[in-house]
């Protein structure tokens, strides 16, 4: 059974810095990896959607890589600012059509 | 487009009582997902739906979570009778074939008392 795992679950930084999230999954058999964002109160809004057969993507300040045979995602915030505060999950999608969700790593930049 | 769009937003009901959740996924999509979020489980996925038949219902808790969707544009996620462990937010989410992820919509936060 795919589980997923985030580190840290949670982040304060201050504004401008350079940061990245981890997450982490045990069955590197996975269809593809998405990195949401979502804001307190809010629904998930989809950042970057990484294919089983790419490495990266890049989106504005952000660029997720997936090292598939390792199991590991990383999400990397440029510059961060406050807007950027939310809490960030990652979910893997096997080849059915389920997607395991990670815990989420809440960020807090502060100004 | 407006996007997925879920109603309530917000209900609260009492112990015992039938509690109907809505969804209207977005126009083209031939997928819809329904999940729940909890503080102690996260994310977790009940039933999918492809093209208005369900495939996977695996998620379902129990007996007393039902799930249809009669046409395209609606689905329902119905809680009979409902108790206090079923307080979450249920999100309904949509994609279409093929490699795009799915799209959420805002959620509905339950309150069982």
């Known amino acids: 059974k795919q589980e997923v795992t985030q580190i840290p679950a949670a982040l304060s930084v201050p504004e401008g810095e350079n940061l990245v999230l981890n997450c982490s999954f045990t069955d590197s058999a996975i269809y593809n990896l998405q990195w949401f964002r979502q804001d307190p109160g809010k629904g998930l809004t989809s950042l970057l959607l990484i294919q089983s057969s790419q490495r990266e993507q890049t989106s504005g300040r952000l660029n997720a890589s997936l090292d598939k045979s390792s199991g590991r995602s990383t999400l990397y915030i440029a510059a961060s600012q406050p807007g950027d505060s939310a809490t960030y999950l990652c979910a893997v999608r096997d080849y059915g059509q389920n997607f395991v969700f990670g815990p989420g790593t809440r960020l807090s930049v502060l100004p | 487009d407006a996007g997925v769009i879920q109603s309530p937003r917000h209900e609260v009901t009492e112990m015992g009582q039938e509690v109907t959740l809505r969804c209207k996924p977005i126009s083209g999509h031939d997928y819809l997902f329904w999940y729940r979020q909890t503080m102690m489980r996260g994310l977790e996925l009940l039933i999918y739906f492809n093209n208005n038949v369900p495939i996977d219902d695996s998620g379902m808790p129990e007996d007393r979570f039902s799930a249809k969707m009669p046409n395209a544009s609606f689905s329902t996620l119905k809680i009979q009778p409902s108790e206090p462990r079923d307080s979450a937010v249920y999100f309904c989410?949509?994609?279409?074939?093929?490699?795009?992820?799915?799209?959420f919509g805002p959620g509905t936060r339950l309150t069982v008392l």
């Open positions: 989410a949509s994609r279409p074939s093929g490699v795009q992820g799915p799209a």
